[in-house]
């Protein structure tokens, strides 16, 4: 018997984004997780509400813009959705927003953005007790172009990191997982642009990703 495709939600900027428009990356993303999900694109998600989450399966945060196209009733939603037991995945600027505004958003990935570096040529490695996670099966260590970007891990969160990356002879986190009340919360780093979201081990770890969240 044919499974039934999940119901996933992408979270995007396409108008007047801060740096990471979605536009074409939404597409993408459809076009990767199409064998096991349908994926609606949203923009105005500052009208987001629980019952409307509560109608997906997946919440996919790209979102670029919380403190211009926000709102306090959308971050309110998104965390309750996790806390009941919704999948979560965010990308690259999804774990960014203003602190004095949505301090819950970073809370949620347990991690809060800090800075990046300029855009480089990067070595990602799976974490060596992390091979065999669903989420890092068939992946070996790669390279692609992307923004270091760096992280002040939470100290009230258990995150796994399953994937790090090397930058002027350290090892930073690249992608982790964690939890939320219920939910399963995953985060990927990359994906400043369509050049990421194109790689093939971006591809595979973006739709192994999916997949376990849901599970």
């Known amino acids: 018997m044919v499974q039934p495709k999940k119901k996933a939600l992408f979270l995007g900027d396409f108008n007047d984004p801060n740096y990471h ?23 105005n ?6 019952e409307k989450l509560r109608e997906y399966d997946l919440l996919i945060n790209y979102a670029d813009c919380w403190g211009k196209h926000g709102s306090r009733q959308a971050v309110g939603a998104v ?18 927003a203003p602190m004095d ?6 809370m949620l990935f347990g991690a ?18 992390k091979k065999d996670h669903p989420v890092m099966r068939g992946i070996d260590s790669f390279n692609m172009e992307e923004e270091p970007y760096f992280f002040e891990m939470c100290n009230f969160s ?16 690249a992608a982790w997982i964690t939890t939320f009340g219920q939910g399963r919360v995953i985060y990927l780093y990359p994906g400043h642009d369509v050049r990421t979201f194109n790689h093939p081990d971006m591809r595979k770890l973006l739709y192994q990703s999916a997949c ?3 599970l």
């Not at 428009?21 to 923009?43: G, H, M, R, W, Y």
């Open 212 to 214: 376990w969240a849901v």
């Open 112 to 129: 809060r953005f800090t800075e990046h570096p300029p855009y480089t040529n990067l070595r990602f490695l799976p974490v060596e007790a």
């Open 158 to 173: 258990i995150n796994e990191i399953l994937l790090e990356y090397e930058y002027e002879g350290k090892k930073y986190p």
């Open 45 to 50: 998600y500052a009208n987001l509400t629980l």
């Open 101 to 106: 505004q949505y301090p819950e958003i970073p």
């Open 21 to 43: 428009p979605a536009t074409d990356i939404d597409q993408i993303v459809v076009q990767i997780l199409k064998d096991s999900f349908n994926v609606t694109v949203e923009e």
């Open 79 to 96: 965390l309750a959705y996790a806390a009941a037991g919704g999948a979560v995945l965010g990308l690259h600027s999804g774990i960014i």
